[in-house]
């Protein structure tokens, strides 16, 4: 395929390296168990807080050395990326699709039903959302579904307000008001006409939110209300490396980088995606 | 001497590596105290013009050549610093959309002290005696109230006086006016440009007038100077390019524009579009060669060169004397229509609730006051009146997008005016509207097959195939070719995006169309194909519209019958002629009066708009 050939939004710089740390991030999950050197549940108590393997010291069976318990840093990290970005990708979704219908409904109607849907949001946004997660995970108890659970039931309101201003600006168009009179029923009136010049705002907030999503399912698994301690979690390592973080900083730094690089592509990804399908930014600002 | 003058000016847009010529050879000579209008089609090159003066040209855009002197200096070579010093001082600028020629979050109080501090006309402390001075002579009442208001709250007008009285606070030697009337009301556009007369006259200033109206133009200005594609078509003393026009183009343009006099003439149909700059460059010949009705084989073999005609007049053109053959066809006759009623309104009202207060009724807006009016078939009736007289808000209330608050709306003997479901089908069948912006009413993201034939979706039939039939017949209908069904909108010009948004509406075969301004903002020629495309499409397949429009000549050209609404009343109506030859209502008078007439040497007689002042809302 040609480079013009190719849709805009793949030609953005932006869109590429963020679409290439995703690759290798997936990558990661998909193939875990051919690419982790070790069990990652293995505890080596003989060969505990092992520097990386080209530092004094290392052992080459342990690339990036071991925690405290003596287990693999570098199978935890390619683990850990399972439990992250499954939950990025389910609880995004599902936030995603709760906060875009409720979008459409009240950006659409308006009316009590908007004034409705943006007091809840209301209420909603005024818990500070990581108290709220917390309190959720407490109620619910711990498990990969109920820390999506929780994401989706704090985030979904992101969505809502962003692409509720977007609905009504759309809804105000002639060609909305066109198509109605035509006799297009509500719902076509809504897939049809709104839903797609929605759809790129959408796109961009998704990604984003994948980004929030690791950092919360980090937070949580931090305080311990993720998942288990059987299940590798990149927010568990910080948390695990705290207590040696003098003898041992690579434990520390390695899940943060982990963190770091995965919600930087989710980023960039997103910023890519505003920047060349967003129709009201020039061409000059999409450079 | 001349104030402004251009010698061979040339602006081309470089890409790519090659240049695309956007102006070129340009050369006029500006007098103070003179007004030069500057006339075309949109993509002429005008604007451009005015950019260049104040070097603010469009990226990858540059002078490539020739000078364009103020009082002697050139200013595309002249020292940024020294050139950000003439502007805003020497050389003020009228901008064409004055509302968002204003900071919406300041008071028109804090934008004029900045104004005035920065040509440092005044003292600081007495800045508020010179605005209140300046608005006086602008006329603006109630200049004190009007410092503490924010732009949104006045009219646009209003808007352009105070943008006026910016321009001329500091007493400049060149104004440039970029069509500083388009977006206004004509009566306020009558009192706009006597203004700019008044304000000539009294400060000598030299004034550069852009616009698409070539009839205005002849009427305030000195010279003017057409531009066909960049190039100019013909330049001299206005009253003389207006009577004889020796150019096909201008002669063209003229004939395109319906007329007011007395005879009622047929439109001149200009074929297809201005060239594009791609275009331009691979030219060779007159640039107008394509859609010149007198064109000869010379035409395209070498650039006519700007050859004197007579006195002190020039045009771009090889056989200027053949240009005044060129005849407009013979005006179709208004129909006299006498069928069956199709659409009737009885004293329909509506009012608007503009604030809600507690135990007691909400205060509201009357928009349409006990409208009656009926709509015959085959009958085109125009609506006109200025914005905010309520026009556009009976439109919606008789496409059912509002329902009236009193009054009965009959459709074909059936009562609508509840517009409950079992009407609303009935409505949409016999029904449709047109809508003024074909930007907005476009779905950009569908292509023109799926737009026009939006019906049949509605009605839940037709494959793909059946609508692609379908949507290739409608647009042979309006005259496009049959590859534009599977385009987007966003490769369509403004006039074949508005043709594509009428054959929408007639895809249901509806007996009554409702248009709402839906020619306003076209050029005149593509104005001139799409009014003939209505009277052909009544002739072909029978249809009744109320055709809303601010623009009278339109009118007068495609109704048969007239109403005029003032302040939400209908306060006139009657057959086309009647109305415009023998006005009862003063309003209508006024209306009347604010268009320029079609003949130069008449005295525009503007004085019946005088009180029309009033009428602006403070």
Known sequence: MTLAAMPRWLRSGRVLIGLLI????????????????????????????????????????????????????????????????????????????????????????????????GRIVDIWLSFPPVILSLILMVGLGT???????????????????????????????????????????????????????????????LSLEMGVAVVVEAILSFVGMSVG???????????????????APWNLICPILAIFITVFGFNVLGDGLRRTLDPRLSQTERG | MALLAANNLSVALTRGGSAFPAISDLSFQLEPGKILGLVGESGAGKSMIGRTIAQLLPSGFSVTGGTLDFAGEDLVTMAPEKRRRLLGRDIAFIPQEPLSALNPVLTIGQQMREHLARIGKTEPAR??????????????????????????????????????????????????????????????????????EEMRQHEDTAVVFITHDLRLAAQICDQVLVLYAGRPAEYGPARDVFARPAHPYSR???????????????????????PGLQAIKTLTGCRFADRCPNVVAQCRTSEPPLAKVDGERVAACIRP?????????????????????????????????????LFRAPA????????????????????????????????????????????RLTLLGRDVTANRTSERAFRREHLQIVFQDPQSALNPRRRVAGIVTQAMEAAGGGTGTERLERARALLDEIGLAPETALRYPSQLSGGQKQRVNIARALCALPRVLVADEIVSGLDVSVQAQLLDLLLRLRQERGF?????????????????RVLVMYRGEIVESGPTETVFAAPSHAYTRALLASVPPDDADAAWNRDDGGDLALVERA
């Open chain 2, 321 to 357: 004397e053949a240009t005044a053959a060129i005849e407009p066809p013979p005006a179709a006759a208004h129909a006299k229509v006498t069928g069956e009623t199709v659409l009737e309104a009885s004293g329909v009202s509506k009012d608007f609730v503009t604030r809600r207060r």
């Open chain 2, 544 to 560: 009744s519209m109320l055709f809303i429009s601010h623009d009278l000549s339109v009118v007068r050209y495609l109704c048969d």
């Open chain 1, 22 to 117: 995703l690759l290798f991030v997936v990558t990661c999950a998909l193939f875990a168990p051919y690419l982790a050197p070790n069990d990652p549940n293995e505890q080596n108590l003989i060969a505990t807080l092992l520097p990386p393997a080209w530092a004094d010291g290392g052992d080459p069976a342990f690339p990036l050395g071991t925690d405290s318990l003596g287990r693999c840093v570098l199978s935890q990290l390619i683990y850990g990326a399972r439990l992250a970005l499954t939950v990025a990708l389910i609880a995004s979704f599902g936030a995603m699709i709760i906060g875009a219908v409720l979008a459409h409904v009240a950006g659409y109607f308006g009316g009590w039903v908007d004034w409705l849907i």
């Open chain 2, 252 to 274: 063209c343009l003229q004939l395109a524009s319906p007329g007011m006099g007395s005879e009622r003439r047929g439109l001149f149909i200009l074929p297809e579009r201005m």
């Open chain 2, 127 to 196: 800045w508020r005696e010179h605005a209140l001075a300046m608005f006086a002579a602008v006329h603006l009442p109630h200049g004190a109230e009007l410092l503490d208001k924010y732009p949104h709250q006045l009219s646009g007008g209003m808007c352009q006086r105070v943008l006026i009285a910016m321009a001329f606070a500091s007493r400049p030697r060149l104004l440039v006016a970029d069509e500083p009337t388009t977006a206004l009301d004509v009566t306020i556009q009558a009192r706009i440009v006597k203004l700019i």
């Open chain 2, 364 to 407: 509201t807006f009357r928009a349409v006051d006990k409208a009656d009016f009926v709509l015959r078939e085959n009958e085109f009736v125009g609506i006109v009146g200025e914005s905010g007289s309520g026009k556009s808000t009976l439109a919606r209330l008789v496409v059912g997008l509002e329902s009236p608050s009193q009054g």
């Open chain 1, 229 to 247: 301690a059987d299940i590798p979690a990149w927010g568990q390592m910080v948390a695990d490396a705290r207590q040696n973080i003098y003898q």
């Open chain 1, 143 to 205: 498990g990969v579904q109920n820390v999506i659970l929780a994401i989706v039931l704090v985030d979904w309101t992101r969505f809502c307000r962003v692409l509720r201003s977007e609905v009504i600006v759309v809804t105000r168009r002639d060609y909305v008001a066109a198509a109605r009179l035509l006799g297009f029923s509500h719902w076509r009136t809504v897939t049809r006409e709104i839903a797609p010049a929605t759809f790129p705002l959408l796109i961009t907030l």
